[in-house]
């Protein structure tokens, strides 16, 4: 569904991203992992068009949109929770929800789909309140929501249970392995809560300042192995 190919970035002089290369396929969930800092947030904001890379390709459903603007490869199918959620606060649910849809064409964009609110019931019952009055994991399933009404085929979450109190957390994971088993659908997952990552991984994508170094099938990486990466 997404393929990157030799992507870097730089801040300055500061070689951020080195020679990333990875595939996410369609269906399955795939963990990005890696200690504070070593460029997990960078990359998905290089994915998202918010950041330019120096080199490489990024190509979606044998699209190439490395040189696309945000709002061009969120018409494409790239859905974005970004990390802290950065919602509107000031808008209502309903509103927040709505801008999500903006993309869309006038006819696709008329109502939010039920399922939404199957899988968030809390929304549905917040509708009319302003985002910024709900509590941190309520606006932590808003934020994917929000980013689920534009009907992505890629959708990827930076941190989504930081911060968020451990009920939230079980259902922010019920809702994204719901989403994988539909089959039509691509996540990246940058999560920095081990456990939660593993029981929702098919694949892990392991980095260390800005590169690659170990990739795999959940079922062929060791969990005391992928710890170990973690921490050196």
């Known amino acids: 569904m997404l393929t990157v190919s030799h992507l870097n970035q730089y801040y300055g002089s500061s070689h951020t ?12 969930v795939t963990a990005l992992l890696g200690r504070n800092g070593v460029g997990k947030t960078s990359l998905l904001k290089c994915l998202m068009g918010v ?19 945000p709002y061009e490869r969120v018409r494409r199918g790239i859905g974005y929770v970004p990390q802290g959620r950065e919602i509107f606060p000031r808008l209502t ?65 930076d941190e ?15 809702a994204i392995r719901a989403l994988s088993h539909r089959g039509d659908m691509a996540i990246l997952l940058v999560e920095q809560y081990f456990d939660f990552a593993r029981e929702l991984a098919d694949q892990f994508i392991i980095l260390r300042r800005g590169e690659v170094v170990a990739r795999g099938a959940q079922n062929e990486m060791d969990a005391e192995v992928l710890r170990s990466l973690l921490i050196v």
Do not use: W
């Not at 991203?17 to 399955?28: A, N």
């Open 51 to 69: 950041l330019p890379i120096r080199s490489g390709r990024i190509g979606l459903r044998g699209e190439d949109v490395t040189t696309m603007p």
């Open 160 to 174: 989504p249970t930081e911060g968020i109190q451990p009920s939230i957390i079980k259902e922010i994971e019920r």
């Open 93 to 157: 649910v309903e509103e927040n929800l709505l801008m999500g849809m903006a993309s869309l064409s006038k006819a696709s964009a008329r109502s939010i789909p039920n399922e939404i609110f199957d899988m968030f019931p809390v929304l549905k019952t917040m509708l009319h309140r302003r985002g910024g009055d709900l509590s941190g994991g309520q606006q932590q399933q808003l934020a994917i929501a929000r980013a689920l009404v534009m009907k992505p085929k890629v959708l990827m979450l």
């Open 17 to 28: 991203l080195r020679d990333v290369s990875f595939d996410l396929p369609i269906g399955k």
